[in-house]
């Protein structure tokens, strides 16, 4: 086992999630088994021309570097970057499929009341509001139907922010994914301000912070927040890194504590898929949200002899430089880990939507390139080539 894998291993966490995958690879696939999330007959209306969409998911154990955070600082807005890290990372999962507008939320939120105040569950519900009024304003319309919240102190350490979400879409919308020899690759950056975002943004998301919490920050965290980790993890691998939250980090003219660069809100890219899914619907092969697997995302949707070479990636933003210099990381590993500067691609064959989904995701402060392109291969592969260095996964 290499190294990197001994640490995932240890820390109870899985890169490719291979356990997971294997126990539902026999599970129905739904109307469209490429599809990136699962789509359903319309069960609302019955009607053939329709489909439905059910999601779920968290903000994982984001939730634990928060909460130590607002423990060490005092800081309670950070609660607000865990609402919309749980949110976004169910509606832009969703939008990948062509779901952009009318989708119906619902939370499910565990926490231990010994240790998360009325005052963090406020601020978590009140903010889903506000958060859906903001998208509202980019033509994303979505619509809060309640939720379940618990004390659940003997089985959630701190707290468990979760969300579901349904959408009810035209058959004819629906983005199924498939990649094709000649496509162009369209990456979005995952990190500096989108027109919609109040601060910058690290990059982060919500995918890889085990990994990244235990890597960077130091073990003074480890005996002052035992409920922050799990009594079974190898003490060797918790909180063994060098830093504190609070060591202030110089980006883009601006200092920032390297808590809060981690703990940026996952970025949505809903008011620009918004956009691209009503106007070039017909160019798109496939969008890929690279969260769990990162770079190497969409092997798990390509089913041909196909190799998607990423040779124009961007330059990994300063947080993911912090983690690999704390981790020791391969490239390799950090690239199968985090997204490394991208979490959106947009597959197209035509150069003419490639330019025209860069000039509209410009006009919302968010930097996009053609990344990469699709080739024959003897069988389906994802290709990294950064610094004249290339890293394949199959």
């Not at 291993?9 to 999330?37: M, W």
């Not at 955070?69 to 950070?78: C, Q």
């Not at 468990?160 to 983005?175: A, E, M, Q, W």
């Not at 770079?295 to 912090?322: A, H, M, R, S, Y």
């Amino acid at each position: 086992m290499s190294k990197d894998a001994e640490k995932y291993d240890q820390r109870g966490v899985s890169a490719t999630k291979a356990e997971i995958h294997n126990a539902i690879r026999h599970l129905d696939k739904g109307l469209y088994p490429n599809a990136f999330c699962k789509v359903l007959f319309d069960i609302t209306g019955n009607d053939p021309d329709f489909v439905n969409i059910m999601h779920a998911d968290t903000a994982g154990t984001k939730t634990s570097l928060a909460y130590i955070y607002w423990k060490e600082t005092g800081d309670a807005d950070v609660w607000k970057g865990i609402v919309e890290d749980a949110i976004v990372m169910n509606i832009d999962d969703m939008g990948c499929v062509g779901a952009v507008d009318q989708i119906v939320l619902s939370s499910t939120i565990g926490r231990n009341k010994h240790l998360i105040s009325s005052e963090v569950i406020n601020i978590i519900i009140n903010h889903a509001q506000a958060f859906c009024e903001k998208l509202s304003g980019y033509g994303v319309n979505i619509m809060l139907s309640g939720g379940e919240t618990a004390d659940v102190g003997d089985i959630v350490r701190t707290i468990d922010v979760g969300y579901t979400t349904f959408c009810r879409l035209p058959r004819n919308k629906i983005i199924n994914i498939d990649i094709r020899e000649g496509d162009y690759v369209v990456g979005f950056s995952s990190s500096g301000q989108a027109a919609y975002e109040d601060n910058y943004n690290g990059g982060m998301g919500s995918n890889g912070l085990t990994s990244a919490r235990h890597d960077v920050f130091s073990s003074i965290y480890r005996k002052k927040y035992p409920e922050s980790y799990s009594p079974e993890t190898d003490i060797r691998y918790i909180y063994s890194g060098s830093r504190l939250l609070t060591d202030e980090i110089s980006v883009c003219g601006k200092n920032i504590t390297l808590g809060k660069l981690v703990l940026s809100p996952t970025r949505t890219y809903l008011p620009l898929l918004k956009s691209i899914v009503t106007d070039l619907h017909s160019d798109l092969h496939g969008i890929i949200h690279c969260s769990g697997g990162g770079q190497t995302k969409v092997l798990k949707f390509i089913d041909k002899p196909l190799c998607v070479i990423k040779d124009n990636l961007f330059e990994p933003p300063l947080l993911f430089q912090i983690i690999k210099q704390e981790s020791d990381s391969s490239d390799e590993e950090m690239y199968q880990v985090f997204n490394m500067g991208h979490r959106l691609e947009i597959y197209t064959p035509s150069a003419d939507a490639a330019e025209e989904m860069i000039n509209r995701s410009s006009q919302l402060q968010i930097e996009a390139r053609i990344v990469g392109r699709v080739v024959k291969s003897d069988s389906p592969a994802v290709k990294i080539i950064k610094d004249s260095h290339m890293i394949e996964y199959q």
